[in-house]
């Protein structure tokens, strides 16, 4: 192969105030990264797989990036070159032992498959369910929580329940959020119209709490 490897490579009730530039920071901002806007037409490179890391995050992450990466490439085998070149380490070593001796490379399609099936663990589908059940919206804003959510969600796939994941999206949400919009939600509303009116409740929220004096206990507790 002619390519060069590029070496690059949640929570109790709180009192919701307006955020200042919030971060995401989770077990699953990998694939969040990987989706960075492309200026000037350039397309990002993807990040190099070691495959020190295999949770189904990182795994997708990479197989996302290199899917974009090669997009608009014809040639099948060319494309599994560049996927190639952005393996190292035990990854790089498997893909040799794997395809050294063979008269042609597989098909892209193919080649992803055989990864993942490779490289993701087998209780990766039990972890992300737990990480489901566990993810609360914190001191983020609604938008931030539910962005974790629709990834965690699209990782487990179709086979998760749908009134179990509508559940879940509520049961996340801040308190004084779930206490609006809970008892609003529709069974067949998804999760975007969900976010979308647990982002107006979060507001809502943010605004009262701005104009409530703050001194207000201590000053009572005085009188």
Request: glycine share 4%; aromatic share 8%.
């Given at each position: 192969?002619?390519?060069?490897?590029?070496?690059?490579t949640?929570?109790?009730?709180?009192?919701?105030?307006?955020p200042?530039?919030?971060?995401?920071s989770?077990?699953?901002?990998?694939?969040?990264?990987?989706?960075?806007p492309?200026?000037?037409?350039?397309?990002?490179?993807?990040?190099?797989?070691?495959?020190?890391?295999?949770?189904?995050?990182?795994?997708?992450?990479?197989?996302?990036?290199?899917k974009?990466?090669?997009?608009?490439?014809?040639?099948?085998?060319?494309?599994?070159?560049?996927?190639?070149?952005?393996?190292?380490?035990?990854?790089?070593?498997?893909?040799?032992?794997?395809?050294?001796?063979?008269?042609?490379?597989?098909?892209f399609?193919?080649?992803?498959?055989?990864?993942?099936?490779?490289?993701?663990?087998?209780?990766?589908?039990?972890?992300?369910?737990?990480?489901l059940?566990?993810?609360?919206?914190?001191?983020?804003?609604?938008?931030?929580?539910?962005?974790?959510?629709?990834?965690?969600h699209?990782?487990?796939?179709?086979?998760?329940?749908?009134?179990?994941?509508?559940?879940r999206f509520?049961?996340?949400?801040?308190d004084?959020?779930r206490?609006?919009?809970?008892?609003?939600?529709?069974?067949?509303?998804?999760?975007?119209?969900?976010t979308?009116?647990?982002?107006?409740a979060?507001?809502?929220v943010?605004?009262?709490?701005?104009?409530?004096?703050?001194?207000?206990?201590?000053?009572?507790?005085?009188?």
């Amino acid at each position: 192969m002619t390519r060069q490897i590029n070496s690059n490579t949640a929570t109790a009730s709180h009192t919701i105030s307006a955020p200042s530039s919030p971060t995401i920071s989770s077990p699953h901002t990998s694939i969040i990264a990987s989706i960075a806007p492309m200026t000037n037409a350039k397309k990002a490179k993807p990040p190099v797989f070691t495959g020190e890391d295999c949770s189904l995050s990182s795994v997708n992450g990479w197989i996302f990036s290199i899917k974009s990466y090669v997009r608009g490439e014809e040639n099948e085998e060319e494309k599994v070159e560049i996927a190639a070149s952005y393996l190292s380490g035990v990854a790089k070593t498997w893909f040799v032992g794997k395809y050294a001796l063979l008269n042609a490379l597989p098909p892209f399609a193919e080649f992803i498959d055989t990864f993942k099936a490779q490289f993701s663990r087998m209780d990766d589908a039990r972890q992300l369910r737990v990480s489901l059940e566990c993810i609360r919206q914190g001191t983020r804003n609604v938008l931030e929580y539910s962005a974790e959510f629709q990834l965690i969600h699209a990782q487990i796939g179709p086979t998760a329940d749908p009134v179990w994941v509508h559940h879940r999206f509520i049961e996340g949400l801040h308190d004084d959020v779930r206490k609006i919009v809970g008892p609003n939600i529709d069974p067949e509303d998804t999760i975007d119209q969900m976010t979308s009116r647990a982002e107006r409740a979060y507001e809502f929220v943010v605004r009262e709490n701005a104009h409530r004096p703050r001194n207000s206990s201590k000053d009572s507790s005085r009188a």
